[in-house]
């Protein structure tokens, strides 16, 4: 218990020391005219309060990763209490803040047009493909997910297949209508349900007296499969620690920041209470079975096909808050990825439209662009398993993380700004990514020491082509002195 309440300071903390830290690294102009004043059109670009902004883009980030991500992580031991921690502090944090102020300086553009403008018209079209991707298995995945949990919570009245339906109709709705029309009216409903089963598991933690591993047991590998801590459990705790999907929400809400002063709570802020919901449900499956080999001996006590998290969610919100508070604890759950794939569908629209320059003020015009986005996530979610939908968007996701991170270094590199605040977790996550796809079964399958050697060598490679970059602008005084 005492690791973890000072991993709950040092989240809080880091938002307030680190996140000033980039803010001021950054530059915020407070007379400056945002977006959503400056291009108003009240569909995408609407002015909004900055804590309406925070809840909406904490409920677009908040999917199943920090909650099944986090319980998944955590078999690998209380190493993963520090990857949440430091990660979200480091990494994920400095990761959306600077890519939705990078946003808000551009006029809101989306993720691919702000990695292009970085890192060139190759990325820039790599990008607009991959991040549509993305959008398009994060909308099917968190149709899936939630359709499955609903189904078991109205066993015998509505069956996968119709809240399915339900689902994606809500979703339609919400990728068409303007952003304060739907989303910005029933996110308050939403964000109030899944803040009620974080606080409901942190108190019941502490009523409890939950014996949660401390890190000072140790940070050995207690993975009961064996799979090696680096790089697979950096990919299992993505979204509770640094998200590529993330980025390509902030531009979403950059189109609607009154203020650059609110970036920091907005962004920064968004992605610490992510971190902490990540830290709460880490915490809670590693001690409500009495320990970490506690949970894996339940875990592979589960059918074959069970989702694993689902489960574990189920028993501990219904154990620890009775039948009520399991039922809003549960909702909580299905929430979070509602809330992250209505704005997924919503951003592949945006990128479709800034790709094609198509004004998104008409709705015809919004339905041109979406149906295609559509049909192809009806595609997908039908005839691709969930399992494998997962695996993919989680390699994915991360990946895309990385060329962010990279594009936000060279944005501060060439703006003559400190970059070693995004040029270190960008090493990191190249690391990590790159040594993944040739270790994981779904990838190149190799053995581990090999897997390393290659994704380390990938990393050297890519931290030389970017001093060969810094040495040859810094003739012409851009990146000069990392100031």
């Avoid at 803040?97 to 553009?109: L, P, T």
């Avoid at 109709?169 to 109030?192: E, M």
């Avoid at 574990?312 to 009775?322: A, D, E, R």
């Avoid at 299905?334 to 320059?357: E, K, N």
Wanted: net charge positive.
């Amino acid at each position: 218990m005492i690791s973890f309440c000072f991993a709950i300071a040092i989240l809080i903390g880091g938002y307030f020391i680190y996140g000033k830290f980039a803010e001021r690294i950054f530059g915020i102009d407070k007379q400056r005219q945002t977006p959503a004043y400056s291009m108003t059109d009240n569909v995408d670009y609407v002015p909004m309060s900055w804590w309406r902004i925070f809840l909406i883009q904490f409920l677009n980030i908040a999917g199943l990763g920090p909650i099944f991500g986090a319980i998944m992580g955590i078999m690998f031991g209380p190493a993963a209490f520090l990857w949440i921690v430091f990660g979200t502090i480091l990494g994920g944090a400095v990761h959306d803040y600077f890519s939705g102020m990078m946003s808000v300086r551009n006029g809101g553009a989306s993720l691919p047009e702000l990695n292009g403008k970085e890192l060139g018209i190759v990325a820039k079209q790599f990008m607009r493909i991959f991040s549509l991707v993305l959008m398009i298995l994060v909308g099917a995945v968190f149709i899936s997910g939630p359709a499955g949990l609903l189904a078991g919570m109205t066993s015998g009245y509505i069956n996968v297949f119709w809240w399915t339906v339900i689902v994606f109709a809500y979703y339609i709705l919400a990728t068409l209508l303007p952003i304060d029309k739907l989303i910005g009216r029933i996110y308050p409903v939403f964000g109030a349900v899944l803040l009620f089963m974080a606080v409901g598991i942190l108190v019941s933690l502490f009523v409890n007296n939950a014996q949660i591993p401390e890190i000072t047991s140790g940070l050995a590998n207690q993975h009961p499969d064996g799979l090696p801590i680096f790089p697979m459990m950096f990919v299992s705790i993505a979204c509770g620690a640094i998200s590529g999907f993330h980025a390509t929400q902030s531009p979403m809400m950059a189109r609607c920041l009154k203020n650059e002063k609110y970036g920091r709570p907005c962004f920064y802020g968004a992605m610490v209470a992510e971190g902490i919901l990540a830290l709460i449900w880490a915490a809670a499956a590693s001690s409500f079975f009495g320990s970490v080999d506690g949970l894996q001996d339940y875990a592979a006590k589960l059918p074959e096909k069970a989702n694993t998290g689902a489960e574990v969610v189920n028993i501990i919100s219904k154990t620890w808050l009775g039948m009520f508070g399991g039922i809003l604890a549960l909702l909580g759950v299905v929430a979070a990825p509602i809330t992250s794939g209505d704005t997924a569908l919503r951003s592949a629209r945006l990128i479709v439209a800034d790709f094609l320059h198509i004004s998104q003020r008409r709705l015809s015009k919004r339905l041109s662009v979406a149906l295609p986005v559509f049909a192809l996530t009806f595609i997908i979610l039908f005839f691709v398993p969930f399992n494998v939908l997962w695996r993919y968007f989680a390699w994915c996701n991360q990946t895309l993380a990385v060329f962010t991170l990279w594009a936000i270094t060279v944005y501060l590199c060439r703006n003559g700004k400190n970059y070693f605040i995004s040029l270190i977790p960008a090493l990191f996550m190249t690391a990590v990514t790159s040594t993944y796809i040739f270790v994981a079964p779904e990838g190149f399958g190799l053995n581990v020491l090999l897997s390393n050697m290659l994704g380390f060598s990938i990393t050297i490679l890519v931290g030389i082509l970017f001093v060969y970059y810094r040495f040859n602008n810094s003739r012409t005084s851009v990146c000069s002195n990392g100031k």
